[in-house]
């Protein structure tokens, strides 16, 4: 039996789009922890709807993620005053 390529198998559970928007590195950056967020809330709710945390639990770990984002936003200057 051949070893899976650890590359694939990193592509399989953290996928990546292409980014289509203007070309900017803030841009970019922001685009990476946006998918990096879509791909931590789809395992929290996973994780939820499975009985492996509780909602309370589950709210809190999104919340935290969402603050994170905020501060991503904010610090990239993304956006100017616009709340996300």
Known sequence: MTQPNSQD???FL????RYYGKFQ???LV???NLQEFSQKI???TGLETGGKLSQEEAYQQIKS?????KHSKK????GGNKEI
């Open 9 to 11: 198998k990193n592509s």
């Open 14 to 17: 953290y996928p990546r789009s």
């Open 25 to 27: 590195p803030e841009n």
């Open 30 to 32: 922001f685009n990476a």
């Open 42 to 44: 789809s395992y929290i």
């Open 65 to 69: 993620l969402w603050k994170e984002l």
């Open 75 to 78: 610090q990239l200057s993304i």
